[in-house]
């Protein structure tokens, strides 16, 4: 067995923390961008284009990240393009971020009162000048707090990313184990770096929820 002091095993998952913090940006501006996109799409196109994007958000939303991660990494080999798990992950998880944030944004422009829109069409503004001037500034208040949430359920999704063999935190922490022979003083570390991520954002997120809640009052 090789002798690893536990500072030795804490250097070794914070170089590995280094590339889930990369992927959770990644996938979370990434599906950010995307998301936006697919809102403006779903509120100014026809009836057919708003069924095809809301069956690509069930689509995403309704089916294991496990799964897609399987998917983006082998089907995209089916197609005679070497792929990474690296790349494979970062384009499932963007791809799954988009779907759910998506989501969050429509939900968050339709609790917008009917009022305010037909106030700002009375004024003769287009549509762009709508969102840009009207609709956004007030939406985006809203969807400020579970925007952030959302971006933990994120960090915790790119675990997953181990079953591809991309060496994130938990499969360096799966491979220091092995090594180590200590599976309990590993993986509890693991989980120590994983609540040290995600609960800062966590508590960002509640104070953001609160702090808009006594705007809106």
């Known amino acids: 067995m090789n002798d690893f002091s536990l500072w030795d095993?804490?250097?070794?998952?914070l170089m590995a923390l280094r590339w889930t913090v990369a992927l959770s940006l990644i996938a979370f501006v990434g599906g950010g961008v995307?998301?936006?996109?697919?809102?403006?799409?779903?509120?100014r196109?026809?009836?057919?284009?708003?069924?095809?994007?809301?069956?690509?958000?069930q689509l995403f939303q309704g089916t294991p990240l496990l799964m897609q991660l399987f998917l983006a990494y082998?089907?995209?080999a089916l197609l005679g393009i070497e792929v990474s798990a690296w790349t494979a992950a970062s384009v499932?998880?963007?791809?799954?971020?988009?779907?759910?944030?998506?989501?969050?944004?429509r939900g968050c422009v339709?609790?917008?009162?009917?009022?305010?829109?037909?106030?700002?069409?009375?004024?003769?503004?287009?549509?762009?000048?709508?969102?840009r001037h009207v609709i956004l500034p007030q939406a985006v208040k809203i969807a400020t707090a579970p925007t952030v949430g959302f971006l933990v359920q994120v960090v915790k999704g790119t675990a997953l990313a181990s079953v591809i063999g991309f060496v994130e935190l938990t499969k360096a922490?799966?491979?220091?184990?092995?090594?180590?022979?200590?599976?309990?003083?590993?993986?509890?570390c693991v989980a120590l770096l994983y609540f040290a991520l995600c609960f800062p954002i966590s508590l960002y997120a509640k104070h953001l929820e609160r702090k808009i809640n006594v705007d809106r009052r």
């Not at 196109?45 to 958000?57: C, E, H, N, Q, S």
């Open 9 to 13: 095993i804490l250097r070794n998952l």
């Open 34 to 43: 995307m998301g936006g996109l697919l809102l403006f799409l779903r509120m």
């Open 45 to 57: 196109a026809g009836k057919w284009l708003d069924r095809a994007i809301g069956t690509y958000v």
């Open 74 to 76: 082998f089907g995209i």
């Open 92 to 105: 499932a998880l963007t791809l799954y971020s988009s779907a759910y944030l998506t989501e969050i944004w």
């Open 110 to 131: 339709a609790s917008i009162p009917k009022g305010q829109w037909e106030a700002s069409g009375s004024l003769a503004l287009s549509f762009s000048e709508q969102m």
């Open 173 to 188: 922490g799966s491979m220091i184990s092995n090594a180590t022979f200590k599976p309990f003083v590993v993986f509890s």
